[in-house]
């Protein structure tokens, strides 16, 4: 089909990537640590993709849906690979790291509270929530304020922020996680004044007085 052609790429290596963590579990060569945390990190990987999508389909319907909303991108996927080739150095030749048990449970809780509060935002905004950022008004874009978005302004982007680090935290992969948290919170540094503009031209000055009383949700993002 014509429409998979500009994902063909990210679909291959992610299914490469998905047969690679099969056969590695599956293997005598893991210790029972490793078998562990890598059958978290596939598992919460596969879950937060499927479930954006199927979110995104019952919310705008499948023939307004695209494979975008699996959310894979090639700089995502090299983000991940990169994370795995350090966790199998680390296991190789730091294996003890990968036994701090109270911080791999720590980076699980952060994976869980950050797909609560990313879900609850796609949830609680319905229609108005989208994977690309409207730089056009449409009628059924409506300004959310209730719920999730009586605390933060982007929970969306909280979620992932929290859900991207906790993934790594939850690996035991110190480089992987600062890594993440500093690229996730520069593209949402730039990506909310970007979406912002629009949202202030959209909304006008009830726009303006919710910003100045809501915070943004990612750390000294005003």
């Not at 990537?17 to 990190?41: G, K, N, P």
């Not at 499927?50 to 319907?61: Q, R």
């Not at 790594?168 to 912002?196: D, G, H």
Request: charged share 15%.
């Amino acid at each position: 089909m014509p429409f998979l052609k500009n994902y063909q790429w990210p679909l291959l290596v992610y299914a490469s990537v998905l047969e690679m963590w099969r056969l590695t579990v599956s293997s005598e060569i893991l210790s029972d640590t490793a078998a562990i945390q890598l059958s978290q990190m596939f598992g919460a990987i596969f879950f937060f993709h499927i479930s954006e999508y199927i979110l995104a389909v019952k919310i705008h319907g499948r023939s307004n849906v695209t494979l975008s909303s699996l959310l894979i991108s090639k700089q995502y996927l090299m983000a991940m690979l990169f994370s795995l080739v350090e966790y199998f150095l680390e296991l190789s030749f730091l294996p003890g790291l990968k036994d701090n048990w109270w911080i791999s449970y720590l980076g699980l809780v952060m994976v869980i509270i950050g797909e609560i509060i990313r879900k609850l935002a796609i949830l609680t905004a319905g229609r108005s929530f989208t994977h690309l950022i409207r730089v056009q008004h449409d009628r059924r874009h409506e300004f959310i304020t209730h719920g999730i978005y009586s605390f933060v302004r982007h929970p969306g982007y909280s979620g992932f922020l929290v859900w991207s680090v906790g993934t790594q935290v939850m690996m035991c992969s110190p480089i992987s996680t600062l890594a993440f948290a500093v690229v996730v919170w520069n593209f949402f540094a730039k990506r909310i004044p970007y979406e912002e503009h629009f949202l202030r031209q959209f909304f006008g000055q009830e726009y303006v007085e919710y910003a100045d009383t809501v915070p943004s949700g990612i750390p000294f993002v005003k």
